[in-house]
C-alpha cells in the first residue's frame, strides 16, 4: 500500500470549505483517509457507495425513534462522504461517474433520513416539515450551479468585449482566500458588492484565515443541524431547529442570488470600459 503521510492528506482539502466540514469532520475526515489510503485498496465510488448505506442505516434509525443512534450514522456517513473526495485527489483515481454518484449519494441520505424522521413520528406535521426539507434541499443544490451559470455568462461578456481571457477576482480568491485584489488588472464582478456592504472583506479575510468560505448556512450546515446536533437534543429540537436552519438557508441562498445580480450588472458596466481601454 501507498506510504502517505496526514500532510499529503491535508493537501488534498478545498482552499475553503463549510465551517462544519473545516471543524467538526474534517480532522476526523483526514485521519481516517490517511488510514484508509495507506492500508486498503477502497475506491473513491467505494467510499460514496459506504457513505449512501450508512445514510439508509441513519434513515432506518429515525424511523425507529432511535435519534441519537441516526445522528450518529449521519455523522458518520457525512464524514466518509467527506473522504471520497480526498482519496481522489490524493491517488488521482476519481472518475466522471463518482461526481454523480456523490451528488445523488448526499440526496438519498437527506430525503431518507427526512422522511424517516417522518415516519417515526407518524404526524402529519412532520411529513410536511420532511417534505420542506427535501425541497429546500433540493433548491439549494439547483439554485447553486444556476447562479454559476450566470456567472460564466456574465463572464463571458467580459472575455468577448476584450478579445482576451482576462483574470477575476473570484478565481484569485479561490486559489488564496487572503489575497490581495486590488490589483487593476483583474476583473472585479463583485466590486458593487463590495460597496454596499464595505465589511465584507474584513469578514471574508477573517474567515479564510480559518479555510472557512462566506457562505455559513449552506446545505452541510443545514443537513449537520437537524440530523446531527437537534436529534440528540429530541424529536421537538428537530422540528424547530428544521424551521430555523431553513430560514437561514434561504436567507443565504438570498443573498447569493442578490450578489450574482449586482454582478450581472457590473459586467454590463465593466464591458464598455474594457472595450474603451482597448480603442
Keep these: 500500500m501507498g506510504g502517505f503521510t496526514l500532510d499529503d492528506i491535508l493537501a488534498t482539502r478545498k482552499p475553503r470549505d463549510s465551517w462544519w466540514t473545516v471543524f467538526a469532520v474534517d480532522p476526523v475526515a483526514c485521519r481516517l483517509a490517511l488510514l484508509t489510503a495507506n492500508h486498503t485498496s477502497i475506491t473513491p465510488n467505494g467510499l460514496t457507495g459506504l457513505s449512501m448505506l450508512l445514510g439508509v442505516a441513519s434513515a432506518a434509525c429515525f424511523a425507529a425513534g432511535e435519534l441519537a443512534a441516526g445522528a450518529a450514522l449521519f455523522y458518520l456517513s457525512f464524514t466518509v462522504d467527506c473522504m471520497d473526495g480526498k482519496i481522489a485527489r490524493l491517488k488521482g483515481s476519481g472518475t466522471s461517474f463518482g461526481l454523480w454518484l456523490d451528488y445523488v449519494g448526499d440526496r438519498v441520505r437527506v430525503a431518507g433520513c427526512a422522511f424517516g424522521f417522518a415516519a417515526g413520528e407518524g404526524t402529519l406535521e412532520a411529513l410536511w416539515l420532511a417534505a420542506g426539507i427535501v425541497v429546500l434541499d433540493l433548491f439549494r443544490y439547483v439554485n447553486g450551479p444556476q447562479l454559476l451559470r450566470v456567472r460564466e455568462a456574465s463572464r463571458d461578456r467580459v472575455r468577448a468585449a476584450t478579445g482576451g481571457d482576462p483574470v477575476f477576482v473570484e478565481d484569485v480568491l479561490l486559489a488564496d482566500p487572503l489575497a490581495d485584489v486590488r490589483d487593476d ?36 450546515e443545514f443537513h449537520a443541524a437537524i440530523f446531527v446536533v437537534a436529534p440528540l437534543l429530541g424529536a421537538a429540537a428537530m422540528l424547530w431547529t428544521a424551521l430555523a436552519t431553513g430560514a437561514l438557508l434561504a436567507a443565504f441562498e438570498a443573498a447569493l442570488v442578490y450578489r450574482t445580480w449586482l454582478a450581472a450588472r457590473e459586467a454590463d458596466r465593466v464591458v464598455p470600459e474594457r472595450v474603451k481601454v482597448l480603442v
Excluded at 191 to 219: C, E, I, K, N, Y
Aim: aromatic fraction near 16%; charged fraction near 30%; charge should be positive.
Design 185 to 220: 488588472s483583474v476583473v472585479d464582478l463583485q466590486s458593487a458588492f463590495r460597496r454596499r456592504f464595505p465589511w465584507f472583506d474584513r469578514f471574508r479575510l477573517f474567515l479564510g484565515r480559518h479555510r472557512v468560505r462566506t457562505h455559513l448556512m449552506s446545505g452541510i
